[in-house]
């Protein structure tokens, strides 16, 4: 299973995703779910992806193929006008992949699903994000939607509904997706580190810090533990019922 989230901030986008793969107890990988485009100057694309791996990996393998072609003459993600037309390419890339799995492969096509979230600026457009569905179509955030989920995106949820607000700064939305993510894999094993994030500040079109937090890593461990600590509190602090 997976857990991914990418969120929209007034500073710009923070996107983070785990990176465990699991097919069955005795079978556990660790493969990155998050792939960055960028023309520096002109344009950062990132995408998280959850699902069948042999989907998403196919879909990111045509999507780079495609883009350094210079024969292709259909729109890529390193070519295109705005970041709808990014997620129009991505979201037909991964329709045909399934498709063509379904074609040759087993009946069902659930097995060969996947999701994706899609976030990043192009030079004269703003910074959006979408979420898109192995169907082939997509959504878009806004005000009313500022983050998106895909995986196992329940026990994550929560304090993301709760703590989050589009003021927070990358240092303090980075900490409220650690502790989604550590909510996350302490409910459900086929999620865990180490877990990759990137922050993408607004109007830079350049990549902006981006890094992997290990198991062991201090500050994680920190966050972790104090998180459990700051509940435990509040909970003897509530007035019995």
Not at 123 to 140: D, S
Request: charge should be negative; glycine fraction near 8%.
């Amino acid at each position: 299973m997976t857990y991914c989230v990418g969120m929209m901030l007034d500073q710009g986008l923070v996107f983070m995703s785990d990176t465990r793969t699991n097919a069955g107890l005795d079978n556990i990988s660790t493969f990155r779910k998050m792939h960055i485009w960028e023309d520096s100057g002109e344009r950062v694309i990132t995408l998280l992806s959850a699902g069948n791996l042999a989907t998403t990996q196919s879909v990111i393998s045509l999507l780079d193929e495609r883009s350094k072609a210079p024969e292709c003459r259909s729109p890529t993600v390193l070519a295109a006008e705005s970041m709808f037309q990014v997620a129009q390419i991505i979201a037909g890339t991964l329709q045909e992949v399934i498709q063509q799995r379904t074609e040759v492969g087993q009946s069902s096509e659930k097995s060969f699903d996947a999701t994706m979230i899609l976030g990043g600026q192009i030079r004269g457009g703003t910074t959006r994000l979408f979420l898109i569905y192995p169907e082939g179509n997509f959504i878009e955030a806004g005000a009313d939607t500022p983050f998106f989920q895909i995986g196992e995106i329940k026990y994550g949820r929560p304090i993301l509904v709760r703590a989050y607000h589009p003021t927070l700064d990358f240092s303090a939305a980075l900490k409220l997706m650690l502790v989604s993510f550590d909510s996350t894999l302490r409910a459900n094993l086929t999620v865990g580190p180490p877990f990759d994030y990137h922050c993408y500040e607004a109007d830079t079109f350049t990549r902006g810090p981006c890094g992997r937090v290990e198991s062991d890593d201090p500050r994680f461990l920190t966050i972790s533990e104090g998180w459990s600590d700051a509940l435990k509190r509040a909970l003897e602090e509530l007035p019995s019922f």
